[in-house]
């Protein structure tokens, strides 16, 4: 059964710093790894998808990479800003229903 | 503007009495799902579908019932329901798997 794993479960930076957020997961039969960010009230946004063939996605100051034979996956965020403050999931999509499995997120508050 | 819907956003009812939760998109994805949202368990899958007439069960299903009888529509229906199924409901879409899910708001439902 796979697990995704996030940790820490939360995380408090100043403004400015550099972060590096973390995803694990157990079995590497995997379609994608995908990143999502959570605000208080909203619903889920996609932020980046690697396929499993690739090595990592940019989008702007984020960049996701992913190492399937190991089973993780970092979210990079540049120059933080408090407008980056939200929970961060990671989910990887497997199977035939084409599942995501989610990990827990990682509540990340971005201290101006 | 691309979306999912999902109505109504809030609702507290008491156990027994049939609701159904409507979710809608605009963006003629064939893949929809449900997921439920509860502290310290993360994300789970309940129902998914792969096109019209075509669904199947996830990871939680029991006390739940779905339909596609179109596109662009999936209600997630709560025959009888119970305090255990209090949660945050999201329902999800995509062109195809292996492809960046869309997530609607949530649902917050509340049962006595």
């Known amino acids: 059964k796979q697990e995704v794993t996030q940790i820490p479960a939360a995380l408090s930076v100043p403004e400015g710093e550099n972060l590096v957020l973390n995803c694990s997961f157990t079995?590497?039969?995997?379609?994608?790894l995908q990143w999502f960010r959570q605000d208080p009230g909203k619903g889920l946004t996609s932020l980046l998808l690697?396929?499993?063939?690739?090595r990592e996605q940019t989008s702007g100051r984020l960049n996701a990479s992913l190492d399937k034979s190991s089973g993780r996956s970092t979210l990079y965020i540049a120059a933080s800003q408090p407008g980056d403050s939200a929970t961060y999931l990671c989910?990887?999509?497997?199977?035939?229903?084409?599942?995501?499995?989610f990990g827990k997120g990682i509540t990340l508050s971005v201290r101006p | 503007e691309a979306q999912v819907t999902q109505n109504p956003r809030y609702l507290i009812t008491v156990t027994g009495k049939k609701l159904t939760v409507t979710c809608s998109q605009n963006?003629?994805?064939?893949?929809m799902s449900w997921y439920r949202q509860d502290p310290g368990l993360g994300l789970r899958q309940i129902y998914y579908?792969?096109?019209?007439?075509?669904?199947d069960k996830g990871d939680v299903p029991e006390g739940y019932k779905v339909s596609r009888k179109e596109k662009r529509n999936f209600p997630l229906i709560l025959e009888s329901p119970s305090p255990n199924q209090t949660s945050l409901y999201f329902c999800?879409?995509?062109?195809?798997?292996?492809?960046?899910?869309?997530f609607g708001d949530g649902t917050r439902l509340s049962i006595l």
């Open positions: 999800a879409s995509s062109l195809w798997f292996n492809q960046p899910q869309h």
């Open positions: 079995d590497s039969a995997i379609y994608n």
């Open positions: 690697i396929q499993s063939s690739q």
């Open positions: 989910a990887v999509e497997a199977g035939a229903n084409s599942k995501l499995t």
């Open positions: 963006m003629n994805h064939e893949y």
């Open positions: 579908s792969m096109n019209v007439e075509v669904t």
